[in-house]
Nanobody
Framework: QVELVESGGGLVQAGGSLRLSCAAS????????MGWFRQGPGKEREFVAAVSRYGSTHYRDSVKGRFTISRDNAKNTVYLQMNSLKPDDTAVYYC???????????????????WGQGTQVTVIS
């Protein structure tokens, strides 16, 4: 079993920044892809960003240029630096780690994965 623990959420004004962290523990493995999803009020969960173990990345269009995903394989940790935050970014952010070998950042949204418990990000105008 793999456990994912997120941290770093909170309340921020529009234009501000937050950095989310997610540490994976449990079964010893290095997931091919790790990433972040979010679910806003009254919305479905959506893909935000993902990163491969080699550092290649993939983002949803609405966060390109504002969010940066990175990972530290030695620590089995993935980060999401969020800048220029907007009220539309308000959501519960979930960390995910691909559970199937060969998952890429581009396919992560549709492949099996482990989930964290989520961390709330609220952006006020």
């Amino acid at each position: 079993q793999v456990e994912l623990v997120e941290s770093g959420g909170g309340l921020v004004q529009a234009g501000g920044s937050l950095r989310l962290s997610c540490a994976a523990s449990g079964r010893t493995f290095v997931s091919d892809a790790m990433g972040w999803f979010r679910q806003g009020p009254g919305k479905e969960r959506e893909f935000v960003a993902a990163v491969s173990r080699y550092g290649s990345t993939h983002y949803r269009d609405s966060v390109k240029g504002r969010f940066t995903i990175s990972r530290d394989n030695a620590k089995n940790t993935v980060y999401l630096q969020m800048n220029s935050l907007k009220p539309d970014d308000t959501a519960v952010y979930y960390c995910a780690a691909a559970s199937q070998i060969g998952t890429t950042p581009q396919t992560m949204a549709v492949m099996p994965k482990y989930w964290g418990q989520g961390t709330q990000v609220t952006v006020i105008s």
